[in-house]
């Protein structure tokens, strides 16, 4: 694993400061291809903000199509907008050949944070995990130089169960502002009540209903994991954040699914060492 040192990019400390998980798995990435992960996550980071950072859906919307626009630019040969994260994301795309068709559904994926309505359905919330995250493995993965269908399924399934864990650990943070990201039909099912969590009651309910996403997730994991054999060890940097989910789980399960556990937003004082045996090891 790279030192970290004085002069890191903006990117770098962007990412480096609200998105850390991903910073140090990007950091057992070859040092000629850190830089180009950086700017995909300072990316991520810029988009996916947008529902805390406007107060109407359609500042949303303009600020989702600034992002639009400045992909379109890149691919179209034109100057790209000034920014402190489009002008390095612009350099990284080119230099790397990353496809288009990925950073488009990234941005497409997050109008549907501009909505207060959960996801449906349990199929519903994984499908949002899928859009909103995989892309950006698969972006990983092509600044890493890996391509091809098996790279495809396995950022699909990493995406997924990262996304899906993040969504579990977020739950206070969006409860505290009278939002949830847990499926409708699962929690009426399981008899869980929103006026429960946005009170910050845990509830035997509501466990019930982290403890079904926590196990789409681990079933998600484990896909991921039937295609080890067929990757090269140079996708390990892009997948390490399966490593992370399998932490955090761990974490949620051993406090009987309950969302509300501090322990559950601490960091985990192994996550480094974990990593870092991982990639030794070549596994995600």
Known sequence: MAKVTADLSYCGQEVRKYDN????????????RRESLFALYAFNLEIAKTREVVTEPVLGQMRLQFWRDGIEALYEGRPVPKHAVMEPLAESARGRGLSRALFDR???????????????????????????????????????DVRGEA????????????????ILRAVPFLAARHRTMLPADRMAALGARAGDLFEMRSKPEL????????????????????????LPRAAVPALLP?????????????????????RVQMPNPFRQAKLAWAAVRGRY
């Open 21 to 32: 998980d991903r910073f140090v798995s990007a950091l057992f990435a070859p040092s000629d």
């Open 106 to 144: 990234l941005i497409d994926a997050r109008e549907a944070d501009l909505t207060d309505e959960p996801p449906d359905t349990l199929p519903c919330l994984v499908n949002y995990a899928e859009v909103t995250s995989a892309p950006l493995v698969q972006l990983a993965l092509e600044a890493l």
């Open 151 to 166: 790279a495809s399924r396995a950022a699909r399934h990493v995406g997924i169960a990262y996304a899906l864990t993040g």
């Open 207 to 230: 466990r019930a209903v982290i403890a079904e996403v926590a196990e789409a997730a681990r079933d998600h994991l484990a896909q991921a994991r039937l295609l080890r054999g067929e």
């Open 242 to 262: 399966a490593v992370l989910s399998d932490l955090y789980l761990d974490v949620i399960a051993r406090e009987g699914n309950d969302p509300f556990a501090p």
